[in-house]
């Protein structure tokens, strides 16, 4: 059986495309794989840039706003 912290410890490694980045890493670099292999690695990492930066706007607006100013 799985313990929570493992379960904890494999959500953000899904979440977040540290993973997928070593895998494409060593994949193109050391071991020379073809582009196909490397496709479903390459879009993760795009997903996860495009939720970036579509909160980008929201967080700008935020740090723009002085009424959320010295709030922790």
């Not at 895998?23 to 990492?45: M, N, V």
Request: glycine fraction near 6%; aromatic fraction near 18%; proline fraction near 4%.
């Amino acid at each position: 059986m799985i313990s929570r912290q493992a379960e904890v410890a494999r959500f953000f490694a899904a979440l977040f495309p540290f993973t997928g980045w070593k895998k494409l890493f060593i994949s193109q670099t050391l071991r020379g794989a073809p582009l196909s292999e490397a496709l479903p690695f390459i879009s993760c990492i795009l997903v996860f840039m495009l939720i970036a930066f579509a909160g980008f706007a929201l967080y700008k607006r935020r740090l723009s706003d002085e009424k959320y100013w010295g709030k922790a």
